[in-house]
């Protein structure tokens, strides 16, 4: 839901009274929603761990600059059917996951390491390589994306 105002302080952000304000980069207009609460449900630990170890990879600050840069690509032709992608988070996520499911014997989230990555020569080591694998979709000039891991 769109707020038109608030009785808050000049230019809050955060959370109160369960609600979480926060303002658009983009359009510099005041959002606010109900804060998200889990449900229990058997997968839930397992994707919790597996979210917290693609973070603890640490992929480099020229990695994540490739990630925006791929964001910005892929946001300008937005294939049919596909949702704009926000965040390089939003980015790096889609593209781990791909990359578990297209080598479901060999990658598991929960236990990959930067080693492992290396020495089995996934094409997560890249940006480029991942376009090249089909992990994510095809944008013009990939080929300029090319930032290790």
């Known amino acids: 839901m769109k707020a038109t105002r608030a009785n808050l302080l ?3 952000t955060g959370h109160l009274d369960g609600l979480i304000y926060y ?3 983009k359009n510099g207009k005041l959002y606010v929603r109900r804060r998200f609460k889990f449900k229990n449900h058997p997968a839930h630990p397992v994707f919790t761990k597996n ?6 990879l640490s992929p480099s600050e020229g990695y994540k600059q490739n990630l925006k840069i791929y964001i910005a690509l892929f946001n300008a032709n937005l294939p049919e ?3 704009p992608l926000h965040t390089w ?3 790096y996520t889609t593209l781990m996951f791909a990359l578990q499911k297209a080598f ?3 990658v598991n989230l929960g236990t990959l390491t930067r080693d492992q990555i290396y020495s089995q020569n996934l094409p997560c080591k890249s940006v480029k390589q991942a376009v090249e694998a089909g992990l994510l979709p ?3 000039t990939y080929e300029l994306l090319s930032a290790e891991f």
């Not at 979210?51 to 603890?56: C, L, V």
Request: proline share 4%; net charge positive.
């Open 10 to 12: 000049g230019e809050f």
């Open 23 to 25: 303002r658009s980069k």
């Open 51 to 56: 979210i917290q170890n693609i973070y603890a």
């Open 81 to 83: 059917g596909k949702k």
């Open 89 to 91: 988070t939003n980015a």
């Open 104 to 106: 479901p014997e060999t």
């Open 138 to 140: 095809l944008v013009e």
